[in-house]
Protein backbone atom coordinates (compact mmCIF):
# COMPACT_ATOMS: atom_id res chain seq x y z
CA UNK A 1 0.00 0.00 0.00
CA UNK A 2 1.02 3.28 -0.32
CA UNK A 3 3.67 4.92 2.07
CA UNK A 4 3.99 8.20 4.21
CA UNK A 5 3.89 10.95 1.25
CA UNK A 6 5.23 14.15 2.12
CA UNK A 7 5.57 17.47 0.10
CA UNK A 8 7.24 19.50 -1.25
CA UNK A 9 10.06 17.67 -1.73
CA UNK A 10 12.36 20.39 -1.80
CA UNK A 11 11.55 23.78 -0.60
CA UNK A 12 13.65 27.11 -0.84
CA UNK A 13 12.43 30.36 0.86
CA UNK A 14 13.73 33.34 2.19
CA UNK A 15 14.83 34.36 5.66
CA UNK A 16 11.56 36.15 7.10
CA UNK A 17 8.72 33.97 4.76
CA UNK A 18 6.29 31.90 5.65
CA UNK A 19 6.27 27.85 4.63
CA UNK A 20 3.80 25.06 4.74
CA UNK A 21 4.98 21.31 4.81
CA UNK A 22 2.56 18.66 4.41
CA UNK A 23 2.61 15.22 5.61
CA UNK A 24 -0.21 12.42 3.99
CA UNK A 25 0.17 9.50 6.55
CA UNK A 26 -0.09 6.02 5.53
CA UNK A 27 -4.18 5.70 5.74
CA UNK A 28 -5.79 4.22 8.96
CA UNK A 29 -2.09 5.53 10.82
CA UNK A 30 -3.80 7.16 13.99
CA UNK A 31 0.15 8.27 15.27
CA UNK A 32 1.66 11.31 13.44
CA UNK A 33 5.39 12.41 14.28
CA UNK A 34 7.33 15.60 12.84
CA UNK A 35 11.20 15.10 13.09
CA UNK A 36 13.83 17.37 12.22
CA UNK A 37 16.83 16.27 10.62
CA UNK A 38 20.13 18.40 10.23
CA UNK A 39 23.69 16.96 8.39
CA UNK A 40 25.23 14.26 10.33
CA UNK A 41 23.07 13.94 12.92
CA UNK A 42 19.68 11.52 13.80
CA UNK A 43 16.19 12.98 13.78
CA UNK A 44 15.21 15.03 16.38
CA UNK A 45 11.58 15.41 17.29
CA UNK A 46 9.20 18.28 17.06
CA UNK A 47 5.61 17.07 17.39
CA UNK A 48 3.23 14.24 17.75
CA UNK A 49 -0.79 13.60 17.11
CA UNK A 50 -2.62 11.52 18.26
CA UNK A 51 -5.54 11.50 15.97
CA UNK A 52 -6.19 15.51 15.87
CA UNK A 53 -5.04 16.82 18.88
CA UNK A 54 -0.94 17.48 19.40
CA UNK A 55 -0.27 14.80 22.13
CA UNK A 56 3.46 16.18 22.44
CA UNK A 57 4.48 19.29 21.30
CA UNK A 58 7.80 19.18 23.81
CA UNK A 59 10.49 19.65 20.46
CA UNK A 60 9.07 22.28 18.82
CA UNK A 61 11.94 24.55 19.04
CA UNK A 62 10.19 28.29 19.47
CA UNK A 63 6.83 29.85 18.86
CA UNK A 64 7.62 30.31 15.04
CA UNK A 65 6.49 26.65 14.55
CA UNK A 66 3.11 25.16 14.49
CA UNK A 67 1.57 21.89 13.19
CA UNK A 68 -2.12 21.07 13.06
CA UNK A 69 -3.98 17.59 12.03
CA UNK A 70 -7.62 18.95 11.73
CA UNK A 71 -9.30 15.63 10.57
CA UNK A 72 -6.83 13.23 12.12
CA UNK A 73 -4.99 12.65 8.73
CA UNK A 74 -3.06 15.24 6.79
CA UNK A 75 -0.80 17.05 9.07
CA UNK A 76 0.55 20.43 7.92
CA UNK A 77 3.69 21.38 9.94
CA UNK A 78 3.72 25.89 9.78
CA UNK A 79 7.11 28.24 10.13
CA UNK A 80 6.90 31.34 10.45
CA UNK A 81 9.74 34.01 9.92
CA UNK A 82 12.15 31.41 8.86
CA UNK A 83 15.35 31.55 9.98
CA UNK A 84 18.69 30.36 8.18
CA UNK A 85 19.33 28.01 11.15
CA UNK A 86 15.93 26.48 10.30
CA UNK A 87 17.05 24.94 7.02
CA UNK A 88 17.13 20.90 7.36
CA UNK A 89 15.12 17.77 6.59
CA UNK A 90 11.80 17.64 7.93
CA UNK A 91 10.76 14.28 8.00
CA UNK A 92 6.66 12.85 8.73
CA UNK A 93 6.13 9.35 10.35
CA UNK A 94 3.13 7.44 10.69
CA UNK A 95 2.42 4.35 13.03
CA UNK A 96 -0.50 2.08 13.80
CA UNK A 97 -0.80 3.40 16.92
CA UNK A 98 1.51 5.50 19.86
CA UNK A 99 2.06 2.46 21.92
CA UNK A 100 2.20 -1.19 22.69
CA UNK A 101 4.01 -3.33 20.21
CA UNK A 102 2.44 -1.13 17.12
CA UNK A 103 4.01 1.44 17.77
CA UNK A 104 6.43 0.93 14.84
CA UNK A 105 7.23 4.59 13.07
CA UNK A 106 7.12 4.76 9.21
CA UNK A 107 8.88 8.06 7.64
CA UNK A 108 7.91 9.57 4.59
CA UNK A 109 10.89 10.76 2.13
CA UNK A 110 11.49 14.53 4.11
CA UNK A 111 11.10 17.81 2.68
CA UNK A 112 14.46 19.71 2.36
CA UNK A 113 13.96 22.92 3.43
CA UNK A 114 16.43 25.49 2.74
CA UNK A 115 16.40 29.07 3.99
CA UNK A 116 18.68 31.71 2.42
CA UNK B 1 24.83 13.80 28.88
CA UNK B 2 22.83 13.22 25.49
CA UNK B 3 19.79 10.56 25.54
CA UNK B 4 21.34 8.36 22.97
CA UNK B 5 24.87 8.16 21.97
CA UNK B 6 26.56 6.19 19.20
CA UNK B 7 30.20 5.48 18.14
CA UNK B 8 29.59 7.83 14.76
CA UNK B 9 32.39 6.11 12.78
CA UNK B 10 32.72 5.57 10.42
CA UNK B 11 33.37 1.75 9.88
CA UNK B 12 35.15 0.78 6.71
CA UNK B 13 34.78 -3.04 6.34
CA UNK B 14 35.49 -5.43 3.27
CA UNK B 15 32.55 -7.29 1.96
CA UNK B 16 32.06 -10.68 4.17
CA UNK B 17 33.42 -8.85 7.18
CA UNK B 18 31.08 -8.98 10.38
CA UNK B 19 30.57 -5.52 12.23
CA UNK B 20 28.98 -4.95 15.62
CA UNK B 21 27.84 -1.33 16.62
CA UNK B 22 26.75 -0.24 20.02
CA UNK B 23 24.51 2.32 21.68
CA UNK B 24 23.84 3.34 25.26
CA UNK B 25 20.95 5.17 26.19
CA UNK B 26 20.30 6.88 29.60
CA UNK B 27 17.15 7.26 29.82
CA UNK B 28 15.95 3.91 32.46
CA UNK B 29 12.52 4.01 31.30
CA UNK B 30 12.54 3.19 27.77
CA UNK B 31 10.70 0.49 27.11
CA UNK B 32 10.92 0.32 23.01
CA UNK B 33 14.28 -0.05 20.98
CA UNK B 34 14.43 -0.56 17.48
CA UNK B 35 17.38 -0.35 14.59
CA UNK B 36 16.83 1.83 11.54
CA UNK B 37 18.88 2.39 8.76
CA UNK B 38 18.91 5.55 6.55
CA UNK B 39 20.67 5.58 2.70
CA UNK B 40 22.48 8.61 2.02
CA UNK B 41 19.31 11.54 1.54
CA UNK B 42 16.88 9.25 2.09
CA UNK B 43 14.19 8.62 5.26
CA UNK B 44 15.45 6.08 7.97
CA UNK B 45 13.50 2.44 7.50
CA UNK B 46 13.13 0.17 10.41
CA UNK B 47 15.87 -2.69 10.25
CA UNK B 48 14.28 -4.42 13.60
CA UNK B 49 13.09 -3.78 16.70
CA UNK B 50 15.18 -5.01 19.53
CA UNK B 51 13.92 -7.73 22.26
CA UNK B 52 14.78 -8.15 25.66
CA UNK B 53 15.81 -11.48 24.94
CA UNK B 54 17.90 -10.26 21.16
CA UNK B 55 16.37 -11.99 18.53
CA UNK B 56 18.19 -12.64 15.26
CA UNK B 57 16.72 -11.48 11.12
CA UNK B 58 19.36 -13.24 8.76
CA UNK B 59 22.67 -11.68 8.81
CA UNK B 60 21.47 -8.99 12.02
CA UNK B 61 21.25 -9.90 15.65
CA UNK B 62 20.32 -7.32 17.93
CA UNK B 63 20.99 -7.52 21.56
CA UNK B 64 19.62 -5.59 24.73
CA UNK B 65 21.10 -5.19 28.15
CA UNK B 66 18.28 -3.28 30.02
CA UNK B 67 20.96 -3.20 33.34
CA UNK B 68 23.84 -1.35 31.50
CA UNK B 69 21.70 0.66 28.82
CA UNK B 70 23.24 -0.60 26.27
CA UNK B 71 21.96 -2.05 22.35
CA UNK B 72 23.84 -3.77 19.98
CA UNK B 73 23.71 -4.11 16.50
CA UNK B 74 25.70 -7.55 14.93
CA UNK B 75 25.51 -7.45 11.28
CA UNK B 76 27.94 -11.16 9.63
CA UNK B 77 28.80 -11.58 6.19
CA UNK B 78 28.26 -8.04 5.14
CA UNK B 79 27.14 -6.82 2.10
CA UNK B 80 27.63 -3.82 0.13
CA UNK B 81 24.15 -2.93 0.30
CA UNK B 82 24.94 -2.82 3.86
CA UNK B 83 26.59 0.49 3.42
CA UNK B 84 24.36 3.15 5.08
CA UNK B 85 24.13 4.90 8.70
CA UNK B 86 22.65 2.67 11.50
CA UNK B 87 20.27 5.00 14.07
CA UNK B 88 19.35 3.71 17.44
CA UNK B 89 16.06 4.64 18.53
CA UNK B 90 14.37 4.38 22.01
CA UNK B 91 10.62 4.98 23.21
CA UNK B 92 9.00 5.35 25.95
CA UNK B 93 5.83 2.96 26.43
CA UNK B 94 2.90 5.47 26.37
CA UNK B 95 3.00 7.17 22.93
CA UNK B 96 6.02 9.15 23.16
CA UNK B 97 8.21 10.42 20.47
CA UNK B 98 11.40 8.67 19.29
CA UNK B 99 14.77 9.56 20.71
CA UNK B 100 17.01 8.94 17.55
CA UNK B 101 20.80 8.49 18.36
CA UNK B 102 22.89 10.06 15.95
CA UNK B 103 23.98 7.17 14.08
CA UNK B 104 26.64 5.36 13.21
CA UNK B 105 28.03 5.09 9.37
CA UNK B 106 28.91 1.59 7.42
CA UNK B 107 30.69 1.57 4.91
CA UNK B 108 31.55 -1.85 3.10
CA UNK B 109 34.09 -2.08 0.63
CA UNK B 110 34.48 -4.63 -2.30
Known amino acids: GAGVSQTPSNKVTEKGKYVELRCDPISGHTALYWYRQSLGQGPEFLIY????????DSGLPNDRFFAVRPEGSVSTLKIQRTERGDSAVYLCASSLKSSGSQNTQYFGPGTRLTVL | RKEVEQDPGPFNVPEGATVAFNCTYS??????FFWYRQDCRKEPKLLMSVYSSGNEDGRFTAQLNRASQYISLLIRDSKLSDSATYLC???????????FGPGTRLSVLP
Open chain 1, 49 to 56: FQGTGAAD
Open chain 2, 27 to 32: NSASQS
Open chain 2, 89 to 99: VLAGNYGQNFV
